[in-house]
Nanobody
């Protein structure tokens, strides 16, 4: 499973960005798609996840500002980020929990990350 993320960049405080991540390759089923972020010297943290049953989980720091969504037909997950703050600056990683065969266990896959910089 390969994950291709895009949409990062430089934005001013209060601005917005939309991240996209497409999963490709041999995929039998996807259970969960989501976004994590990491800054230098800190552990990777959850931003938002979305399960197959459309259950969403958000970090408290992004609730009300970020929205996660997906397109099942395209195996793509999105993260709409509004009212961005300097503390949102990080490398954002796409994560997918998927099966490549029906008889295999679920595995986690990660994208390479896309940098989001919020600065004036």
């Amino acid at each position: 499973v390969q994950l291709q993320a895009s949409g990062g960049g430089l934005v001013q405080p209060g601005g917005y960005l939309r991240l996209s991540c497409e999963a490709s390759g041999t995929i039998w089923s996807i259970n969960r798609m989501g976004w994590y972020r990491q800054t230098p010297g800190k552990q990777r943290e959850l931003v938002a996840t979305l399960t197959g049953g459309d259950t969403t989980v958000y970090a408290d720091s992004v609730k009300g500002r970020f929205t996660i969504s997906k397109n099942n037909a395209k195996n793509t997950v999105y993260l709409q980020m509004n009212s961005l703050k300097p503390e949102d600056t990080a490398v954002y990683y796409c994560n997918v929990q998927a099966q490549i065969r029906s008889y295999l266990t679920w595995s986690d896959y990660w994208g390479h990350g896309t940098l989001v910089t919020v600065s004036s």
